[in-house]
């Protein structure tokens, strides 16, 4: 099987298994105030019953066939003022904390000891998981949280692949993955530490373990587990990949596979489950959570179902059919007198759900073929919607240097501007290994697998909105072959013409702009050192850039 959950005594000592911070987060799952819950039913029937759980009168689409009963229900819970990530919380063991200051063992050791202890008077439930979905790649995941946090618990198990006889087959077949043990995550929600006001997530990516304390929204213990999954991927000969992955099988029995990138909000969703109105045979991987193989560039994705936002569907909406899980929404009485929902972000930022993996008609855990093309969303204002990167340098570090803005998923730290164009290697925030290693990673897929790379701009282009209509129809002129590039003005960049979105080098501004965020690019390649430093190839790759943007 893929990850070790059973040790020799000769394997127990400081080393690829155990380390302080392992045996801290590790040793309260044995507790007597522990109780296994084994199955997706029982996680069900115990949020049913926790306090403050909205059981609604909107039944479970098709609920027998992804693990429920048949007369499960829609279930709501709410965060209080709490509705998403927070960057400033995360802290990995041997790097540097949101503030510049080093994560060590010396400093966190005790408090998560204290955190630990401060759970002996409560029952707590250990649940498990399989991240992975096929034999190419399957870890195991164990999470330790305490009753009353029952909605989670039962999230976490539908997010990813609660253990049945067909998954536990095909992980017992799964490759082994040499001194990498279990993935055990210890979490309090309630937990609160005057020096970490926003909660805080501990992670010791070596030994596949993490401490997820003061941390209500659903979304960090979703992100924490895959954090330590990409870590797993990234040592094992996989590129860790924050983004959707779908597949055109065209008619002429000819297969395209596209990789999409970016944050929450940046149409990463969007795209990859856009049906084109059923112009194609279109198959699905994931939305948000695969790796790709550096040897022969097949994918895996690595959970079942998606967590979506709620904003952009109203209550009659026809995809509220695959709903499960509900956080952060309002809920009313409709004319039947039912509970049903309040969505579009009327309640908060950020409303969030999990949908079962039905949503997607088509639907596969694994693509067998190698992957065609990868985009890189970016909210850009100085780019055209839709570019092609030639060389493999700069499609890497282009993804890189991925801009972006901020949405409402985050919970920012004070002081900082939720407006500002930021830049987020590669989509994925939850990286807990060197910059490089995805820079290589990605370089090898674009020079020796032979990727194609896009960026595509679904922001504005000098303040006018990139219709979502423009995005997915230069998409189809992508996948039909009938996309007609011309040449940027940049070496290695050429752009798809689109009607009133041709950028105008005669216009002295444009190009002010369009150098100055490409020196952006320069600036922060410059300021990366040590865990987030890349090769030189990438930053003489950007200079050049600006020097030629400075030229038009």
Request: hydrophobic share 40%; aromatic share 16%; with cysteine.
């Given at each position: 099987m893929s990850t070790k959950q059973y040790y020799k005594?000769?394997?127990?000592?400081?080393?690829?298994?155990?380390?302080?911070?392992?045996?801290?987060?590790?040793?309260?799952?044995?507790?007597?105030?522990?109780f296994p819950v084994e199955t997706l039913k029982e996680a069900y029937k115990l949020a049913c019953d926790c306090p403050g759980t909205i059981v609604t009168d909107l039944p479970v689409y098709k609920p027998e066939a992804t693990g429920l009963p048949a007369d499960a229900r829609?279930?709501?819970?709410?965060?209080?003022?709490?509705?998403?990530?927070?960057?400033?919380?995360?802290?990995?063991?041997?790097?540097?904390?949101?503030?510049?200051?080093?994560?060590?063992?010396?400093?966190?050791?005790?408090?998560?000891?204290?955190?630990?202890?401060?759970?002996?008077?409560?029952?707590?439930?250990?649940?498990?998981?399989?991240?992975?979905?096929?034999?190419?790649?399957?870890?195991?995941?164990?999470?330790?949280?305490?009753?009353?946090?029952?909605?989670?618990?039962?999230?976490?198990?539908?997010?990813?692949?609660?253990?049945?006889?067909?998954?536990?087959?095909?992980?017992?077949?799964?490759?082994?993955?040499?001194?990498?043990?279990?993935?055990?995550?210890?979490?309090?929600?309630?937990?609160?530490?005057?020096?970490f006001p926003m909660g805080l997530a501990f992670f010791d990516p070596e030994h596949n373990c993490a401490c997820l304390l003061g941390l209500r929204y659903f979304g960090e213990h979703k992100k924490g587990t895959l954090t330590m999954s990409w870590g797993i991927a990234n040592r094992n000969g996989f590129v860790s990949c924050h983004g959707g992955q779908k597949r055109y099988n065209l008619k002429d029995g000819s297969k395209f596979v596209l990789g999409v990138f970016g944050l929450s909000g940046s149409g990463k969703s969007t795209i990859t489950h856009a049906a084109h109105s059923g112009k194609y045979d279109i198959t699905v991987l994931h939305d948000d959570a695969f790796v790709i193989s550096r040897t022969d560039a097949s994918s895996v994705a690595l959970e079942p179902a998606y967590f979506d936002k709620t904003q952009d569907y109203p209550m009659d909406s026809e995809d509220n059919k695959y709903l499960v899980t509900i956080q952060n929404n309002g809920v009313t009485l409709d004319e039947n007198g039912d509970r049903v929902l309040v969505t579009e972000d009327i309640r908060n930022g950020n409303g969030r759900a999990m949908k079962s993996k039905l949503w997607s008609p088509n639907r596969v855990d694994i693509f067998p073929e190698p992957a065609n093309a990868i985009i890189w969303l970016m909210k850009d204002p100085t780019l055209p919607p839709v570019m092609k990167i030639s060389d493999p340098v700069l499609s890497s570090t282009m993804g890189a240097t991925l801009a972006t803005k901020r949405t409402s998923a985050e919970r920012l730290a004070p002081g900082v501007d939720p407006d500002a164009l930021v830049v987020e290697p590669y989509a994925n925030p939850f990286r807990t290994y060197p910059l490089a290693q995805d820079y290589d990673g990605f370089r090898a897929l674009f020079a020796d697998r032979g990727l194609d790379c896009y960026i595509f701009n679904t922001g504005h282009f000098m303040e006018k909105k990139v219709p979502k209509e423009v995005t997915l129809e230069s998409l189809e002129s992508i996948i039909e072959g009938k996309a007609n590039f011309v040449p940027f003005g940049l070496s290695g960049f050429s752009y798809l013409p689109v009607d009133g979105f041709d950028p105008d080098f005669s216009d002295a501004a444009y190009k002010k702009q369009l150098t100055a965020r490409m020196k952006d690019r320069v600036d922060f390649i410059s300021s990366r050192s040590e865990f987030d430093q890349l090769p030189d190839e990438s930053l003489q790759a950007m200079t050049k850039a600006v020097d030629e943007a400075g030229k038009l």
């Open positions: 005594w000769s394997e127990i000592k400081r080393g690829p298994f155990f380390s302080t911070m392992r045996a801290i987060i590790e040793t309260p799952f044995y507790g007597n105030n522990v829609v279930l709501v819970f709410n965060d209080g003022n709490v509705a998403g990530r927070a960057a400033a919380n995360r802290c990995i063991l041997g790097s540097n904390d949101f503030y510049g200051n080093p994560v060590t063992t010396a400093r966190f050791a005790p408090i998560l000891r204290e955190a630990v202890y401060q759970t002996r008077n409560k029952n707590l439930y250990h649940a498990q998981a399989y991240i992975g979905l096929a034999e190419d790649f399957m870890v195991k995941a164990h999470l330790c949280i305490p009753e009353g946090e029952e909605n989670i618990m039962y999230s976490w198990l539908y997010n990813f692949q609660y253990l049945n006889e067909t998954y536990f087959n095909m992980y017992q077949n799964s490759a082994v993955l040499e001194n990498e043990p279990d993935i055990f995550i210890f979490s309090d929600p309630q937990w609160s530490h005057p020096d």
